[in-house]
């Protein structure tokens, strides 16, 4: 059906554009062949004066033009709008003929301009129409600037500029609706592709097809089949994908932020949502990975693999420099008088309980990590690896003495029971 389309779209371009080139060559007038016409006196328009210098003709106070040049080039001076402003229009392209209504503007418009483009095809007219003051279509076909001042469609194909200053840079049936909007709107913008729909105050559709920005500062870069419907909502791209929320982000494949201030992010597979306001969410499922560190060559970071639910650090030994040995008893007896306790972070509920040290006594108390205000995964998996290795050889050493303690007292037992004997 797309294909179709644009097959259809194309060949509408084509045979235009032969219209409009047959059209050009057609110029009907009088004079003299290969000379150009000279004054031979001033002469009086209305109340301009017209006057010959050598080769220049030179216009003296206003002149209203107002006629057609071949049916292409229409120019409506000596206009006033309803505010008593006067000004002129100017229609250029397909003029129309017997079968087909040529390029035109509304009644009461003034300051339009069409540059260009409009026809027919087959039984179908398809001519460029300014229905709004100050308007402007730059050329293509079936394309309207109107219903709000300044708007403008750039070219393109059945194309809608119908906001106060909105703009449709081109493609195929969008709409610029809202105030600034770019296709759209007022201040509005459709930056092309097809059936896009910019319909609130600044609000952008840059591109791709289907796509709608329906509120107030409301974006879709591009993609296909998607909205943002929220205030300052914004669908990065991908495939029906939605921005709900005031100042939410959605991009990828079936990805839906909901909620206020949320970022969702969404690979290839499957549907991706948020729960809640301010959450950001993103599904990879071929895993994260975050570099923290600059170069090529580096790969300091930390991974979530494919499948996982915990995070696993950089710990390659050629990543890795300065090593020394731990003094894993010292280690131990510092773990040992390090306060633990139970508490809550402040920005969570009082129900919501933690264990753990404090950063500034981990921090006093090993001299690990980048501050005393953290506790990195690392340092903490470290201190407790080392503290264990020492309860391990700890533990070893008591076995050891206990068996010989038990070796001496099966022996004085042994000797014990002899003396019994002799007795």
């Not at 229409?74 to 100017?90: C, F, I, K, P, Y």
């Not at 914004?234 to 949320?262: L, M, N, P, R, W």
């Not at 959450?279 to 790969?299: C, E, H, I, L, M």
């Not at 264990?355 to 470290?382: C, N, R």
Request: hydrophobic share 35%.
């Amino acid at each position: 059906m797309k294909e179709l389309q644009r097959l259809t779209i194309a060949l509408v371009a084509m045979i235009l554009g032969w219209a409009v080139a047959a059209q050009a060559q057609a110029v009907h007038g009088t004079g003299t062949t290969n000379t150009i016409p000279v004054w031979t006196s001033s002469s009086t328009i209305g109340n301009s004066l017209m006057t010959q210098s050598g080769g220049n003709v030179n216009v003296s106070a206003n002149l209203t033009l107002t006629g057609s040049i071949n049916n292409s080039l229409t120019l409506q001076g000596n206009l006033s709008d309803s505010n008593g402003d006067e000004s002129a229009n100017v229609i250029g392209g397909f003029g129309g003929n017997s079968t087909f209504l040529g390029n035109r503007v509304a009644s009461g418009v003034v300051g339009a301009t069409i540059a260009g483009g409009g026809g027919g095809l087959l039984s179908f007219a398809y001519p460029n129409v300014v229905s709004g003051t100050w308007g402007t279509v730059g050329g293509g076909a079936n394309n309207q600037a109107g219903g709000g001042n300044s708007s403008t469609v750039a070219g393109g194909f059945q194309n809608l500029a119908s906001g106060t200053a909105a703009t449709v840079g081109g493609g195929n049936q969008n709409t610029a609706s809202g105030l600034d909007a770019t296709v759209g709107g007022d201040g509005a913008t459709v930056g092309g592709g097809g059936n896009n729909t910019a319909s609130g105050l600044s609000a952008t559709v840059a591109g791709g097809a289907q796509n709608t920005a329906s509120l107030e500062g409301a974006t879709v870069c591009g993609g296909e089949n998607n909205q943002a419907t929220g205030k300052f909502a914004t669908v990065a791209g991908g495939q029906s994908s939605f921005a709900k929320g005031q100042y939410s982000f959605a991009a990828g494949y079936i990805v839906t932020a909901t909620s206020d201030g949320s970022f969702v992010w969404g690979d290839s597979t499957g549907v991706t949502f948020d729960t809640g306001p301010n959450q950001f969410v993103a599904r990879a499922s071929g895993g994260f990975t975050f570099y923290t560190a600059p170069g090529s060559g580096t790969q300091t970071g930390a991974t979530l693999a494919m499948g996982s639910g915990s995070w696993s650090s950089l710990s390659d030994r050629d990543a890795k420099a300065n090593i020394s040995a731990v003094d894993s008893q010292g280690l131990l007896a510092r773990l040992a008088a390090l306060p633990i306790a139970t508490w809550n972070y402040k920005a969570q509920p009082d129900s919501v309980r933690h264990v753990g040290p404090m950063a500034q006594d981990f921090h006093a108390a090993f001299g690990l990590g980048e501050d005393d205000k953290h506790i990195s995964t690392v340092d903490a998996e470290g201190v407790a690896l080392a503290a264990i290795q020492a309860l391990y050889q700890t533990v070893t050493e008591l076995k050891q003495d206990l068996g010989d303690k038990e070796r001496q007292i099966a022996e004085l037992r042994a000797r014990l029971a002899h003396l019994e004997q002799k007795q």
